[in-house]
């Protein structure tokens, strides 16, 4: 299912240590308009933990949480537009 989420940005998280990922990840989402989507890819563990957390928290939609090789982790959000 997740082959057909086409993201409408992209962040290379990958190599950055928090607070940056979840930094950058919500500065993205907060210049998205509702409905588009997010794909963010890191590889620090503590940034697996707290993106989905403040994300939902700030009202986004984790559509996709999974991990991938290694350390790597891959998230598709869904903005909510919320300024």
């Known amino acids: 299912m997740t082959e057909n ?5 992209k962040l290379d998280e990958r190599g ?3 607070p940056y990922p979840d930094v950058d990840t919500m ?3 907060k210049k998205m308009k509702k409905g588009e989507i997010l794909e963010v ?3 620090y563990p503590l940034s697996v933990e707290r993106i ?3 994300a ?3 009202g986004h ?3 996709v ?3 991938l090789d290694g350390p790597n982790h891959r998230f598709l959000i869904e903005a909510q537009g919320l300024k």
């Open 52 to 54: 989905p957390r403040n």
């Open 56 to 58: 939902k928290k700030k």
């Open 41 to 43: 890819l890191v590889d």
């Open 27 to 29: 500065v993205a989402l």
């Open 61 to 63: 939609k984790i559509l």
């Open 65 to 67: 949480s999974e991990p």
């Open 5 to 9: 989420i086409t993201p409408d940005k």
């Open 16 to 18: 950055k240590i928090c």
